[in-house]
């Protein structure tokens, strides 16, 4: 069946059809994404107005990514009713819970609004990936996820841009039912519940594979031959690589908007290393009787968006590299690894902001490592064995967030030194990877 299945995509050939298909999974992937990492900009800006300390902070800005422990469900739900209901449901209740969020008045509540909907959610990052490459043939195939990818990056831009026009309105609105006022980072919350709402619609009419539905007691058997011969070596090589591709990006540009706004606060000290300029006016202190001021500041702003740019094309140019993926991980994640060790030796200012930016350059390999849980895994468990990487990427995530904030003031070098040493067990691991010439000539026919 899964060479029935390859065989007749490429027998009925690429059309307008697909490139539908493509429109539409990467507006979803991008609305998804977005309700994931704008937390990385709404949290800073909402700080005051709740009163968070650093430690809250971190805790509210990796929440999302707790959101995957609902991964291995919708693995299943995916595979046994399709991937069109699954999507469609994940977008619609997660949107809605996303407007709840937006009226959160305290941490407390914030935290658990923001679990609950994230658990929904982030289920089309997943699904969406997996939908694109199960309906696209072979040859065209990795430069789709590719192009996929660059919506996901194209989603900080979007991030940012939204910040930059909504923060800057000045509004106080008394909410006295929910003991709460209404501001324009609740506003920038809202928006970004929306645009996942809207994109939920574009989904309706399109079709999708599906699956025979099984009971509930199949979880069990659908889980379980991935973890056994002849997949559990792929499963693990692949779930580490996407937890080292995604968490090295996710994790710092979660702390992106925080760290950056320290650095350009202490630009005019040209001899202290980045780690000194970062922590240098990072505090766990909250003055009770500041004015709130909802802004980031431009700078920090202008830095996310020009990081958005700048990704989104390096991401273009390597999906012309598509048929090369496996020399693509490797070199990207070489300049990560290395990036991540110089970042603190050097001292010049914009070259250590560089490097931290190219730290995050493994963002554009989520969907190079993707794409190979289409091709090593049978049909009916890339759902599943999709959505289990992710979960395990995210659950990095979740952590290596937490442990950032937790390590940076005090063992900052440390820590980009121990992400340096990650990444290059990264490395290691992919390089055991299928060659890229065994693939062209399979897509060659050879």
Known sequence: MEVQLEEALDLVGHSRHNVLILIVSSTVHLAAVLDLLGFCVLVPAASC????????????????????????????????????????????????LAIVTSFSSSFEMMLILKLIGCSFSTASITLTITYLGECTGSRHRNKYIFIMNSFNLASDFTCYALAYGILRLEFNIAIPWLSTTYRPWRLLALVM????????????????????????????????????????LKTLQLFFLMSVCLSTNNVFFMWFPTMVNSFYSSMSDTQSGFCEKIISNLTNEISEDVICDDTVANNTIYSGMAFSVFFTLVNFLTSRLAKWRKIVLLSTLTISGISAV???????????????????LSGILTGNVASYFVDLYPTSYRGL?????LMCARMTCLAGVNIVGGTIVSHCSMTFFGWAVFVLCGIAVAWFLPSDKKRIELINGV
């Open 342 to 360: 110089l970042v603190d030796i050097i001292h010049q200012p914009v070259v250590s902001m560089m490097l931290f930016i190219f730290i995050q």
């Open 193 to 232: 519940a929306l645009m996942l709402a809207l994109r939920s619609l574009m989904t309706i009419d399109h079709v999708a594979l599906r699956v025979k539905p099984t009971f509930w007691s199949s979880v069990v058997a659908q889980t379980i031959p991935i973890f056994k011969p002849p997949l559990v």
């Open 385 to 389: 064995g999709t959505s289990l990487g």
């Open 49 to 96: 107005d709740l009163k968070l300390d650093l430690m809250e902070i971190g805790m509210l800005t990796s929440v999302p990514f707790a959101g995957y422990l609902s991964a291995l469900p919708w693995g299943y739900y995916a595979d046994t009713q399709g991937r069109r209901k699954a999507i469609i449901v994940s977008t619609i209740v997660g949107s809605a």
